[in-house]
């Protein structure tokens, strides 16, 4: 990376540095989850490890307040860019009454939120494709100058929902990023098991749009293909489909055991592309980062994830009688 490739784009310092608090403290949330789950206190994990940089690279390329995300389960950095908490994240992975992501009654990573523009995901993957598309046509009739943004697995653009959203994005022009990232592996089914093509972004073709396959662990690449993106679609040029090239560096979920179809040597590989030590490599590089800051980012992030914690567990949790409620029409 060049030293000044942040400024070339238009970045401060403070926004790179920003950037990289948001990759740290969406490693630091995971890792202290993967905890709780192994000591029997949450009953799941779903982790974002090693596509903290997609995540934050694209959101910080949006626009809060005004664009319409519908991320997919794995999206902590994206999610804590536009505006929820560590106690938001953690009141969901204990299942609180408090979650205002569903009131404890989802899985962690189904993220919601009206007032922030997060579009509540659901279990079956890529049902949030053709969901996006129909935000961004809304957008379109309206008149309103905003974009939808989804992200999915490669593994999702292989199901119907992205073959059908896309198409229909395509024909329609609409203000829509699709954003796919491709961590290698659709739970246990390696891509070229997948993809009878090398990269998910020549699919694009297909459907009338551009389509760029990029280095998912560089956040600032990333926040660069969101933006053109972003900017083509609010000038009324359609959709994008972006292919962001990462690597899934946990297993899928705290119910998978990964040793079983990929070898650790793999593994311990792809560890040293880890977007989070890349990005300080580069801001050590740049001067806009040193020990003495590192330390006390460090330090700050570790006090918002054990309060968060503490606060989560000693959070009440929903009423039985409220199982019902939403279900009908109150």
Not at 80 to 85: A, D, P, S
Not at 219 to 247: D, S
Request: proline letters at 5%.
């Amino acid at each position: 990376m060049e030293k000044t490739m942040h400024s070339s784009l238009g970045l401060t310092e403070q926004d790179v540095i920003d950037m990289y608090y948001y990759m740290l403290l969406a490693r630091k949330l995971d890792e202290r989850m993967w905890l709780l789950n192994r000591a029997g206190k949450i009953p799941f994990v779903i982790s974002c490890q090693g596509q903290e940089a997609a995540q934050v690279g694209a959101a910080f390329a949006l626009k809060k307040q005004k664009d319409i995300i519908l991320p997919y389960y794995r999206d902590l950095g994206v999610v804590l860019v536009f505006g929820l908490t560590p106690k938001d994240l953690m009141l969901s992975a204990f299942a609180k009454a408090e979650d205002p992501n569903s009131g404890g009654r989802q899985m962690p990573g189904h993220f919601g939120s009206k007032k922030l523009n997060i579009v509540t995901g659901s279990s079956p993957v890529t049902t949030q494709v053709p969901h996006a598309v129909g935000v961004a046509l809304a957008a379109k009739m309206r008149n309103e100058e905003l974009v939808a943004f989804t992200t999915f697995g490669e593994g999702s653009s292989n199901q119907g929902d992205f073959h059908e959203g896309a198409n229909f994005a395509g024909v329609h022009k609409l203000p829509v990023i699709l954003m796919v990232e491709n961590n290698k592996y659709a739970i246990s089914v390696p891509i070229k098991k997948q993809l009878p093509v090398d990269s998910v972004a020549v699919r694009a073709q297909g459907y009338g749009m551009p389509g760029y396959s990029i280095n998912g662990n560089n956040p600032l690449e990333v926040f660069q293909y969101v933006k053109e993106a972003r900017t083509r679609a609010i000038n009324g040029e359609g959709p994008t489909l972006l292919e962001a090239v990462t690597y899934r560096l946990v297993p899928h979920s705290s119910d998978d055991d990964d040793r079983s179809y990929r070898s650790r040597e793999e593994v311990e590989e792809a560890k040293k592309q880890d977007p989070i030590l890349v990005f300080k490599q580069y801001l050590y590089d740049s001067g806009v980062l040193n020990d003495e800051k590192h330390q006390a980012m460090v330090e700050k992030i570790q006090r918002e994830v054990d309060e968060a914690t503490e606060y989560a567990e000693n959070a009440a949790y929903p009423e039985p009688e409220s199982t019902l409620l939403y279900v009908y029409e109150e």
